[in-house]
């Protein structure tokens, strides 16, 4: 067993990097970070709210992990118990906020794309999920419209035209997972001057990766 590595924290994404894209965690992912808590503290960080990230990692995982920081941070928890929360609403105020939503849903209905389905706006504790086809879609209506994003732009659109026109809200925007994009994401942890960031290309890279940084016996 490789020995325990003290003040180092391995941070892990959801999406893509602990599960397939909006998928269960499987068994053997579960039982690997276990044994990966054994000699580096282990916390996953999601864009998600806690409900959403529970569907996918499992009830208890504010207990599987030391540390689990859903809405990509703004709201904390560690072993088990909530250590932090940071509310949008409270830092914008409810005027600009509904001056954000209300020009964003009118831009998405003026939006001609194939599908529109129903949730193209999620407000969360501390950022809002923008969804120009909406979060109600199929799984198979969200691998098409991936498609024709990386096509037209949609998204990338969408959020240069927001970054102008709420400059002065100072809001953070990420392009994240296969139809939505939100203020503020982890993107942001992976390029931090404080963290070393690994891009993985599946669950079961993140594995074989993790296995040779921190379990081999000469990691």
């Known amino acids: 067993m490789a020995a325990r590595k003290p003040g180092l924290i391995a941070l892990f994404d959801v999406d893509g990097t602990l599960t397939a894209p909006r998928k269960v965690v499987t068994p ?3 039982e690997f970070m276990q044994k990966l808590r054994k000699v580096v503290t282990v916390g996953v960080v999601g864009g998600s709210d806690l409900v959403k990230i529970s569907e996918q990692l499992g009830q208890t995982v504010i ?3 030391d540390y689990c920081f859903s809405e990509n941070g703004l709201v904390a928890h560690k072993d088990g118990k909530l250590i932090g929360t940071q509310s949008l609403k409270s830092f914008l105020g409810d005027d600009k906020l509904k001056e954000f939503i209300n020009f964003t849903l009118h831009y998405i209905a003026d939006l001609d794309i194939p599908i529109k389905r ?3 706006l999620e407000f969360r504790s501390g ?3 923008v969804s120009p086809i909406g979060r109600n879609c199929s799984q198979e209506e969200r691998d098409e419209f991936e498609k024709y994003d990386k096509v037209h732009n949609i998204r990338p659109t969408m959020v240069s035209v927001l ?3 709420f400059a002065h809200l100072n809001l953070t925007f990420s392009i994240g997972g296969q139809i939505s994009f939100d203020g503020g994401n982890d993107y942001e942890i992976y390029e931090s001057e404080k963290t070393i960031g690994h891009t993985v290309t599946s669950p079961e890279d ?3 990766q993790c296995a040779a940084l921190f379990l ?4």
């Open 28 to 30: 053997k992912m579960l």
């Open 63 to 65: 207990n599987d992990y």
């Open 118 to 120: 129903g949730t193209f």
């Open 127 to 129: 950022m809002l999920n």
């Open 163 to 165: 970054r102008e026109k």
């Open 206 to 208: 993140t594995i074989k």
């Open 216 to 219: 081999s016996e000469q990691a």
